[in-house]
């Protein structure tokens, strides 16, 4: 099932979390899915981080404090 950036925000506003493979998507596709989940509370799991830098990493935490988990094992 491939959703949009929009649905993605969409559902975490509404509560409902997941898992996003990173390199699949942009920093500021990210970013925004980030910040709709604060308002949702909704927990984001973000694998496949190697294309992100740890001062990004540090901006989408900031964006949802304890809503944003980063998987280092892949």
């Known amino acids: 099932m ?3 950036t929009d649905q993605l925000k969409h559902i975490v506003t509404a509560g409902g979390g997941f898992v996003i493979d990173a390199s699949t998507m942009t920093f500021n ?8 989940a604060a308002k949702g509370k909704a927990k ?15 901006k989408l935490a900031a964006l949802a404090p304890g809503m944003i988990v980063f998987d280092l094992t892949s």
């Open 44 to 58: 984001i799991t973000l694998k496949n981080l190697s294309g992100l830098t740890s001062f990004q990493l540090n």
């Open 2 to 4: 491939i959703l949009t």
């Open 29 to 36: 596709q990210i970013r925004d899915i980030s910040a709709a």
